[in-house]
């Protein structure tokens, strides 16, 4: 790239810059086990969160500021008050709590009316999938209605926030959504963007909408 070119660029895109993800779902779903899966690669002990946790976690080339909402009934409304500026939507959803699909799609609905999430993407994350009881993707996807979801990009990845499974798959298929929202500079032609996570999204599973 030339000096001048190159100028422009920074001055058009001034550094990567963070993009902002969202856990939410109903309590006890595995959001806060999630949160620092990602960061730290590791379980760590949780108690409810109270209000919300926020952490750095790097995927790829990508910076991500994500923030861990408390699910319970009680702080739920209080989601709304974060989503402005979001970049994707984690719905985190307990695969073995059956009783409380319904209630998991209702506030999935509810969340995905917000105009301010109107260009984030959604991520639903079929969690605890180690347990021998648990829902696989294609049942949850039909429970929660996702097949009706026309208004955002969408998709679902069984995981275990225990073990690990499946949250780079889920990171990678976000990654190379919200990657592709900045332009690559000039002189570096289409191989700039496929470098962005072209090969992660191949590698996602579950349907898209
Ligand atoms: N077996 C299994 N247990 C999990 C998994 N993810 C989370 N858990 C457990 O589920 C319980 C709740 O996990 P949290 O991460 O605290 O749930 P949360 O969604 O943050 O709950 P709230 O903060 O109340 O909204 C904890 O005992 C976790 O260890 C998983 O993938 N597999
Ligand atoms: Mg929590």
Redesign the pocket.
Known sequence: MGVAASALWGWLWPGDREYKLL?V???????????YQLQLGE?V?????VGSNVETVRHRNLTFEVW?????AA?RPSWATYFKATDAVFL?V?STDRGRLQLARAEAERLLRSDDLRGAVLLVLA?????ADAMGPAELCDALGLHAIKSHDWHIQA?????GAGLNEGMGWVAARVGKQKPPPPGTGPAGTAGRGGAAAAAGSGAVG
């Open positions: 856990l779902g109903l309590d006890n779903a595995g959001k806060t086990t999630t949160l379980v002990r949780t108690q409810p969160t861990d909402l408390g699910g319970q702080m985190v307990d969690n605890k999938q180690d347990l995981c275990s926030a225990k073990t």
